[in-house]
């Protein structure tokens, strides 16, 4: 399975990006697919995880602020960030596996996002 990210970038504090993650090769192993970030000097994180029935699983930080979702027809998943904060700069990495309850065995290569103050 290969994954490639796309939609990070620079934005103000209190603006949107929107993440997006495209899965090839063999999509028929995939349960669930999500978003985690890491931040310079801090550990990987979890974002939100979505199953394939749209079951969904967020961080307490995250959640009212982030929307995770996932189109199964292009194997798909996708991260709306809304209201971001400075805080929130970090490598995004799109993850996949078996299902939302652990983390997948699959990682894109990750995309930059940063938020100015």
């Known amino acids: 399975v290969q994954l490639v990210e796309s939609g990070g970038g620079l934005v103000q504090a209190g603006g949107s990006l929107r993440l997006s993650c495209a899965a090839s090769?063999?999509?028929?192993?995939?349960?669930?697919m999500g978003w985690y970030r890491q931040a310079p000097g801090k550990q990987r994180e979890l974002v939100a995880v979505i199953n394939r029935s749209g079951g969904t699983n967020y961080a307490d930080s995250m959640k009212g602020r982030f929307t995770v979702s996932i189109d199964n027809a292009k194997n798909t998943v996708y991260l709306q960030m809304n209201s971001l904060k400075p805080e929130d700069t970090a490598v995004y990495y799109c993850?996949?596996?078996?299902?939302?309850?652990?983390?997948?065995?699959?990682w894109g290569q990750g995309t930059q996002v940063t938020v100015s103050s």
């Open positions: 993850n996949a596996g078996l299902e939302a309850r652990t983390t997948g065995v699959y």
């Open positions: 090769g063999r999509t028929f192993s995939i349960g669930a």
